[in-house]
C-alpha cells in the first residue's frame, strides 16, 4: 500500500510538471495538439478568411513586399487551389451570404502600402470558384465590416482613418446610404439585435493609438452609451463575417446574443456577453490569464465562439513563439477557464481564426513582425473537445487515473478490515445512539428556524427594491442591468436575483418589465398623439421589437389593440 502511495505522488507531480502558469488554482491547464497544413501558394496578410460550398477560402490581402495580391484560394481534398479574382481586396470586407454558397466582397486599399480605399465590389460563386464583378460601394472602404439581415440587405459600417457612415447592398446590384453615424471607427464590430436591425460598435483611434469607446449606434434608433464599453475594447477584427463568429443566441427564439473579447488599459482580458442592447462582463472562474511561465501571453485577435460545444476560444502568443488558446464554457456560470498552450511554432502568424465545421481552429498566413514578411503557413488548432490534448497528456492522465483507483481500492479494503475486526471486538455505544437522535430531532427545529429567518430577510430585500421602482423608476433606463440594482442597494447582484426569483417567481428581466409594461399601460391611456413605438421607448424598452414582443405576451394583444380595448370598456 505505501508503494502504491508513493507511485501516486510521483504520477501528480509528473502530470503537474509542464504547467505553463502558477498561482490560480481554479485555471485548468493543458497541452494542445496542433498541425500544420500544406501552406499557400501565395504569402499574405489582411486577407479575408471563410468557409463557403463547405471549402475554406482565403481572398485578397498583400504579399511580400506589401504588394496588393488579386487573388484567393480555396482548400479542397488537402490541397490549395489559386484562383484570381477581379480586383484586389487588402483589408477588405467580405460576407458569406444565404445559403452559403455566394460571398460579398468589397473595398480595401488602393494602392500598395496600405494606402487609400477602393470602392469596388464583387460576388464569389463557391459552387463555379469564380469572382464577378458588378459595382461600387456607396462610399471608398478599408477596414469595413457587413452583415446579412434577415431581408437580405447586408449592412456595411467602418473605415480606415474617416469617412464613414452606414450603407445598404441590397442583395442585388446596388449599395446606398442608410444612415450616418456618431462617430467613425476602424474595423467595428455589426452584429444584428433583432431582424432587421444592428449595433455598431468598437474603439477609435485617437493620438495616435485606439481609446475606448462607450457610444453605440444602431442601424434604427438613436445612438446609446454602453458604459461597460468606456473601460474595455473590443479585440480589433482584420477580417470580415465576424457576426457569425460571436454569437452564442438562437435566432429561432429571437435571441441575438454574443460573446466578444476585450481588452482594458492594464491589459487585463476579459469576455463581453451582448445581449440585445445591454453589455455585461461575463463571470469566469478566474481571470483570463495573461502570463504564463514562459512569459507574458499577448492577445491580438478576436475571439470566436463554438455554438455547438458552447466554447469561446481566444488565441494568444509569446515572445518565444508558444501559441495558446483560452478557452471559456459561457453556457456556466461562472464560466469555467482552460489554457491550452503548444511548444513554440515557427511561422505562426497573428491574424484572426476561423473555426472549422469539427470544432477546430485555423490560422492562415498572417505577419509575425511587419507587413512587408506575410506568411503562407497554415495551423490547424485541434480545439475540437474529443481532439484538444496531445496523446501523451492523455496519457499522463490515464496513469494518474489508474494509480488512483488503485490507491482507493487499497484504502477501502483497508478500512474494511479495520472495521470488521472493531465490530469483531467491541459493541455499539448507547449514549453515542441517543445522542445522535437528540441531534437528529432538533435539526428539523433548526432548519425551520433557519428558513425564517432567510424568508424574513428576503421579504426585507424584495421591500427596498420595490421601493427603489417606484420611486427613482430605474426600469425607465433601456441599459439597466442587475449589477445597478445591486450597487444601488449596496447588496450582491446574486442576492437579487434569488430574492426576485424566491419572492417574485420570475427573472430578473421578467420583472423590469413588468415595470415598463405598467408604464407603458399608463401613457398609453393618456397620452393620444404619442406613436405606440415611441411608448415602448419611454417605458424602458430597447427597441419596439422587445417592447411589442413583452407586451404581446403579458396581454395577449398588441398595444394598439389593447388600447382600443380600454377606450371600448372591453
Not at 47 to 74: Q, S
Not at 260 to 266: C, D, E, K, T, Y
Not at 315 to 331: A, K, N
Not at 380 to 406: D, E, F, P, Q, Y
Request: with cysteine.
Amino acid at each position: 500500500m505505501m508503494l502504491l502511495l508513493i507511485y501516486f505522488l510521483l504520477a501528480s507531480v509528473s502530470c503537474f510538471a509542464e504547467q505553463p502558469a502558477g498561482g490560480d488554482t481554479l485555471l485548468r491547464q493543458e497541452r494542445l495538439k496542433v498541425e500544420r497544413l500544406p501552406d499557400m501558394h501565395t504569402a499574405r496578410a489582411g486577407h479575408c478568411v471563410f468557409y463557403a460550398g463547405g471549402e475554406l477560402t482565403v481572398v485578397g490581402g498583400h504579399t511580400a513586399g506589401f504588394v496588393l495580391t488579386p487573388t484567393a484560394e480555396y482548400y479542397s481534398n488537402g490541397v490549395w487551389h489559386l484562383v484570381h479574382t477581379v480586383y484586389p481586396h487588402d483589408n477588405g470586407m467580405t460576407v458569406v451570404l444565404g445559403n452559403g454558397q455566394r460571398v460579398l466582397l468589397a473595398g480595401g486599399h488602393e494602392k500598395n502600402l496600405g494606402i487609400g480605399q477602393r470602392y469596388e465590389a464583387e460576388m464569389y460563386n463557391a459552387e463555379m470558384h469564380t469572382f464577378e464583378g458588378f459595382g461600387c460601394l456607396d462610399r471608398n472602404r478599408a477596414f469595413s465590416q457587413g452583415v446579412e439581415l434577415n431581408n437580405r440587405q447586408v449592412l456595411i459600417c467602418g473605415n480606415h482613418k474617416g469617412n464613414d457612415a452606414m450603407e445598404l447592398y441590397d442583395g442585388q446590384k446596388a449599395f446606398s446610404h442608410a444612415k450616418e453615424v456618431s462617430t467613425w471607427r476602424s474595423s467595428p464590430y455589426v452584429l444584428p439585435i433583432a431582424d432587421n436591425n444592428a449595433i455598431v460598435f468598437g474603439c477609435v483611434w485617437r493620438n495616435q493609438h485606439f481609446e475606448p469607446c462607450d457610444t453605440v449606434d444602431r442601424l434604427k434608433g438613436e445612438p446609446f452609451s454602453a458604459p461597460l464599453l468606456k473601460e474595455w475594447m473590443p479585440m480589433l477584427y482584420n477580417q470580415g463575417n465576424h457576426a457569425q463568429a460571436a454569437f452564442i443566441g438562437n435566432k429561432a427564439k429571437d435571441d441575438y446574443s454574443y460573446l466578444i473579447a476585450a481588452l482594458n488599459l492594464s491589459n487585463e482580458v476579459a469576455f463581453i456577453h451582448i445581449h440585445d442592447t445591454v453589455f455585461s462582463l461575463l463571470p469566469t472562474s478566474c481571470p483570463i490569464p495573461t502570463r504564463s511561465k514562459w512569459g507574458r501571453i499577448t492577445y491580438q485577435c478576436p475571439s470566436i465562439a463554438d455554438s455547438q460545444t458552447h466554447r469561446a476560444y481566444l488565441v494568444g502568443s509569446d515572445t518565444i513563439g508558444r501559441v495558446y488558446v483560452v478557452s471559456v464554457e459561457y453556457d456556466k456560470h461562472p464560466a469555467p477557464i482552460t489554457l491550452y498552450y503548444t511548444d513554440p511554432l515557427h511561422e505562426f502568424g497573428n491574424t484572426t481564426p476561423v473555426l472549422t465545421p469539427d470544432g477546430d481552429l485555423i490560422i492562415t498566413g498572417g505577419i509575425t513582425d511587419d507587413n512587408f514578411s506575410p506568411l503562407a503557413s497554415v495551423w490547424l488548432l485541434r480545439t475540437g473537445t474529443s481532439k484538444m490534448v496531445t496523446k501523451s497528456n492523455a496519457s499522463s492522465r490515464n496513469i494518474w487515473w489508474w494509480l488512483l483507483g488503485g490507491l482507493l481500492i487499497a484504502l477501502t479494503a483497508t478500512v474494511s478490515l479495520l472495521a470488521s475486526k472493531r465490530r469483531k471486538y467491541t459493541s455499539p455505544a448507547p449514549q453515542e445512539s441517543d445522542t445522535m437522535k437528540q441531534v437528529a430531532e432538533s435539526q428539523p427545529e433548526q432548519e425551520s428556524e433557519s428558513a425564517l429567518q432567510a424568508n424574513s430577510a428576503s421579504s426585507e430585500l424584495m421591500n427596498r427594491i420595490v421601493q427603489l421602482m417606484e420611486t427613482q423608476h430605474p426600469y425607465l433606463n433601456p441599459e439597466l442591468k442587475l449589477s445597478d440594482i445591486a450597487d444601488t442597494l449596496g447588496v450582491h447582484r446574486n442576492a437579487i436575483s434569488a430574492c426576485i426569483n424566491s419572492q417574485q417567481g420570475c427573472t430578473f428581466s421578467q420583472f423590469i418589465n413588468s415595470y415598463r409594461l405598467q408604464h407603458a399601460k399608463k401613457l398609453l391611456l393618456e397620452t393620444s398623439d404619442m406613436k405606440v413605438s415611441a411608448v415602448g421607448i419611454k417605458s424602458g424598452f430597447a427597441n419596439e421589437r422587445s417592447f411589442f414582443r413583452s407586451f404581446k405576451a403579458a396581454t395577449g394583444v398588441t398595444p394598439k389593440e389593447w388600447k382600443e380595448q380600454q377606450t371600448k370598456g372591453i
